[in-house]
Nanobody, 120 residues
């Protein structure tokens, strides 16, 4: 069994910063990509940022230059540093990890989600 445990989000004023973390634990053979997604009320879930095991990074256009994703492979942890936050960043943020089993099968796991609220 694999668990993804996210840090708490929070309430922050526009222009402020917040850092999220997500740690994977359990029966892990290897982790491919890890990433963050978000869903605002009444909207579809959208990709925020992803990072592969080799360090290749992809950002949503809406967060480029403001958010930074990183990972510590030794700790099976991914981070999301969010700077210059805007009210439109308000959403539930969920961590995702694609794990590879010893047989090569890829499994996708999700964190429980954490609320980030940016006040204007």
């Amino acid at each position: 069994q694999v668990q993804l445990v996210e840090s708490e989000g929070g309430l922050v004023q526009a222009g402020g910063s917040l850092r999220l973390s997500c740690a994977a634990s359990g029966s892990i053979f290897s982790i491919n990509a890890m990433g963050w997604y978000r869903q605002a009320p009444g909207k579809q879930r959208e990709l925020v940022a992803t990072i592969t095991s080799g360090g290749r990074i992809n950002y949503a256009d809406s967060v480029k230059g403001r958010f930074t994703i990183s990972r510590d492979n030794a700790k099976n942890t991914v981070y999301l540093q969010m700077n210059s936050l805007k009210p439109e960043d308000t959403a539930v943020y969920r961590c995702n990890a694609n794990l590879r089993s010893s047989s090569g099968t890829i499994y996708s796991y999700w964190g429980q989600g954490t609320q980030v609220t940016v006040s204007s």
